[in-house]
């Protein structure tokens, strides 16, 4: 079992910055690659960003490529997602889930979702 706590959400003007966290407890955080996704309001949840077990690697959604970065703190059982430059369109519940194997894009290759939290940037 792994538990997902995200934090660090909130309202922000367009153009600013937010990072979230993603804080692991129950399972061995160093073997574990890290997912971020979003889901807006009568949206599907989609793909953000990912980052593998060691953080050598890491993936991201063309809609945030050059504004996010995924970092993560091994020592620290925690991933970390910067949000820079953002725009209104980024509004949306984050929610960071555990990869269990195959394309790091692909939402149904998750397990252990967390409870998410909101970001919202007003234009």
């Known amino acids: 079992q792994v538990q997902l706590v995200e934090s660090g959400g909130g309202l922000v003007q367009a153009g600013g910055s937010l990072r979230l966290s993603c804080a692991a407890s129950?399972?061995?955080?160093?073997?574990?690659?890290i997912g971020w996704f979003r889901q807006a309001p009568g949206k599907e949840r989609e793909f953000v960003a990912a980052?593998?077990?060691?953080?050598?690697?890491?993936y991201y959604a063309d809609s945030v490529k050059g504004r996010f970065t995924i970092s993560r703190d091994n020592a620290k059982n925690t991933v970390y997602l910067q949000m820079n430059v953002l725009k209104p369109e980024d509004t949306a519940v984050y929610s960071c889930?555990?990869?269990?194997?195959?394309?790091?894009?692909?939402?149904?290759?998750?397990?252990?979702w967390g409870q998410g939290t909101q970001v919202t940037v007003s234009s």
């Open positions: 980052i593998n077990r060691s953080g050598g690697s890491t």
């Open positions: 889930a555990v990869s269990v194997g195959g394309s790091y894009y692909d939402r149904r290759l998750y397990d252990y």
């Open positions: 129950g399972r061995t955080f160093s073997n574990l690659g």
